[in-house]
Nanobody
Framework: QVQLVESGGGLVQAGGSLRLSCAAS????????LGWFRQAPGKEREFVAAIGWSTDTTFYADSVKGRFTISKDNAKNTVYLQMNSLKPEDTAVYSCAAKRLNIKTYDYWGQGTQVTVSS
């Protein structure tokens, strides 16, 4: 069974940095894309960043380009989200997700980790 477990969230001041981790298990992820999403209170979930497991191709939301970096360690089956220059509007629950490349929707989701940026 696929499991995605996030860690690394917390409270940080504006301008600070955090690194989120997503430990993936339960299958090989060749042919998958792993992504990060976030949901702030009262708002819809939004895409943040994604990376192809085999291709290393990366994708970013415009709101985080130049500040966030997604990466992975295939040996550890872990995806990271390095978040720099954090802003209060980045406050949200961040979730890791995985999907097969040939379908539109993400199949698997983690439980999420809270990121709070104080002003």
């Amino acid at each position: 069974q696929v499991q995605l477990v996030e860690s690394g969230g917390g409270l940080v001041q504006a301008g600070g940095s955090l690194r989120l981790s997503c430990a993936a298990s339960g299958r090989t992820f060749s042919g998958y894309r792993l992504g990060w999403f976030r949901q702030a209170p009262g708002k819809e979930r939004e895409f943040v960043a994604a990376i192809g497991w085999s291709t290393d191709t990366t994708f970013y939301a415009d709101s985080v380009k130049g500040r966030f970096t997604i990466s992975k360690d295939n040996a550890k089956n872990t995806v990271y989200l390095q978040m720099n220059s954090l802003k209060p509007e980045d406050t949200a629950v961040y979730s890791c997700a995985a999907k097969r490349l040939n379908i539109k929707t993400y199949d698997y989701w983690g439980q999420g980790t809270q990121v709070t940026v104080s002003s």
